[in-house]
Nanobody, 126 residues
Framework: QVQLVESGGGLAQAGDSLRLSCAAS?????????MGWFRRAPGKEREFAAA????????YYADSVKGRFTISRDNAKNTMYLQMNSLKLEDTAVYYC??????????????????WGQGTQVTVSS
């Protein structure tokens, strides 16, 4: 089992920056094939934000965050990050990190991932 814990959420103003972290613990000897960030805005379904292929560091972004958010990982710390710049009101959501073991899969699908964190709230105000 792998446990994922997000941190770094909070209240920000439009245009500000926040950095989310996702720390993995438990059976982390086998690195994940990929990890991702998803978010759920009020009244909406969970949606893909960003993903990273762990071994090669390849990254993928939703169009809504491309150019503003940066996903990264620290292999030694078993931690993934989401640097969020130029925050917008519509970025308000609960942000979840997720991990996929074994092989890489469709990174935008919630069904791909094996483990999920409990989420961290990000609220952007004007």
């Amino acid at each position: 089992q792998v446990q994922l814990v997000e941190s770094g959420g909070g209240l920000a103003q439009a245009g500000d920056s926040l950095r989310l972290s996702c720390a993995a613990s438990g059976r982390t000897n086998n690195k994940p094939a990929m990890m991702g960030w998803f978010r759920r805005a009020p009244g909406k379904e969970r949606e893909f934000a960003a993903a990273i292929i762990w071994s090669g560091g390849y990254t993928y972004y939703a169009d809504s965050v491309k150019g503003r958010f940066t996903i990264s990982r620290d292999n030694a710390k078993n931690t993934m990050y989401l640097q969020m710049n130029s925050l917008k009101l519509e970025d308000t959501a609960v942000y979840y990190c997720a991990a996929k073991q074994g092989r890489v899969g469709p990174f935008m699908s919630t069904k791909t991932y094996d483990y999920w964190g409990q989420g961290t709230q990000v609220t952007v105000s004007s």
